[in-house]
């Protein structure tokens, strides 16, 4: 199985696993406030882990070209679709709610194709829509509630399209550091997100009850969020949303695990069809004569068939590792995603 899948799948089990956790934990909070903190326990943490990591606080080595992409994601992805999803919840039925948050992963894929022209044939198409009615009888079963009006769902449809929005810009920069991408994101959109809480009257809760908080957002907003950076650099944008679309599927087993809920036949309905939507991801093959115009760009690598460069410091060719350089044009055929080396126009 290509690594980037795993990291499509983890990042949804981690996430899917955030929303019963974080509400297991009872706190009462507002619901900005409680995006706020998860978005900054995402933030902390992972500003922690980078620091560890390179032993003190580095650049981000983005360049300048990346930054309005990046913090274009920040605002959409960060700041107004937390706000549309909290402000819709507050208008619309959980059942409807839910149901609604698969168009993210059709957004997703929508604005990926039409705008930035990436590649999907018929298995990828039928793949998202097994996936997606998968999620759509997992969330029916939820109940029949219906929204009191039509402000609520617009409202959620609107948080959709403003990630959606943002998974595809985080692609344009998917190539550099994930990690600071990452908690960057947590950290600008935990501070607004917070300020706007208490701005309109929420309270803090103590340090003991914010903790398990921030620790949720930073395993189901955080660490996911850098697998979710690193699959949309291996497979695109159209690709890492289809699999995080099984979020709600693996949200609902860890709800029938950690609270041990009964299971239903939708249940099972449902992971028949994401598994049917997978499987028909997993098999895709897309192969055929392709360009690759001359780029520079900085990410992790090994010396493969696309990187054949030289370098003016030691290196182990055996070893994985960071540097800006430069792609030659080069043209081949060769069975491939729509990554960050093949962003081609079919």
């Avoid at 943002?166 to 917070?194: E, H, M, P, Q, Y």
Wanted: include cysteine; hydrophobic fraction near 50%; charge should be neutral.
């Amino acid at each position: 199985m290509n690594l980037s899948i795993l990291y499509a799948l983890a990042a949804a089990a981690l996430f899917g696993a955030s929303t019963p956790l974080a509400k297991s934990l009872g706190l009462g909070l507002s619901p900005i406030l409680l995006a706020g903190l998860l978005y900054l326990g995402s933030g902390i943490g992972l500003a922690g882990v980078r620091c560890i990591r390179d032993r003190g606080w580095k650049p981000s080595g983005l360049a300048p070209s990346e930054w309005p992409w990046l913090l274009g994601a920040i605002v959409f992805g960060g700041i107004l679709g937390p706000v549309a999803l909290m402000f819709g919840l507050t208008r619309t039925a959980g059942a409807t709610a839910s149901l609604m948050l698969n168009l993210e992963s059709v957004l997703t894929a929508v604005i990926a194709w039409l705008v930035f022209r990436e590649n999907a044939d018929r298995r990828i198409v039928l793949g998202m829509f097994a996936i997606v009615l998968g999620g759509v009888v997992l969330s029916w079963s939820d109940g029949g509630a219906t929204s009191q009006d039509w402000t609520g769902p617009f409202a959620v449809a609107l948080a959709c399209l403003c990630w959606g929005i943002d998974n595809n810009l985080t692609r344009k920069v998917s190539a550099s550091d994930a990690l600071f991408i990452a908690g960057a994101k947590g950290l600008i959109a935990g501070w607004v997100n917070c300020s706007l809480a208490l701005y309109l009257g929420a309270q803090l809760p103590s340090a003991v009850q914010i903790a398990p908080v921030l620790l949720v957002g930073f395993l189901g907003y955080g660490i996911s969020l850098v697998l979710f950076v690193l699959a949309l650099r291996g497979l695109g944008s159209a690709r890492t949303g289809a699999y995080f679309s099984t979020a709600p599927f693996l949200g609902a087993a860890v709800a029938l695990w950690v609270m041990d809920e009964s299971v239903t036949a939708a249940f099972w309905i449902a992971s028949a069809l994401m598994a049917i939507g997978v499987w028909l991801h997993l098999t895709e093959r897309h192969a055929h004569e392709h360009l690759h115009e001359a780029t520079e760009h900085g990410h992790r690598h090994v010396h493969d068939e696309h990187h054949q460069h030289e370098h003016d410091f030691e290196w182990d060719p055996a070893v994985p590792h960071s540097h800006v350089h430069v792609h030659s044009a080069m043209k081949h055929s060769h069975a491939h995603f729509p990554d960050v080396h093949h962003r081609h126009r079919h």
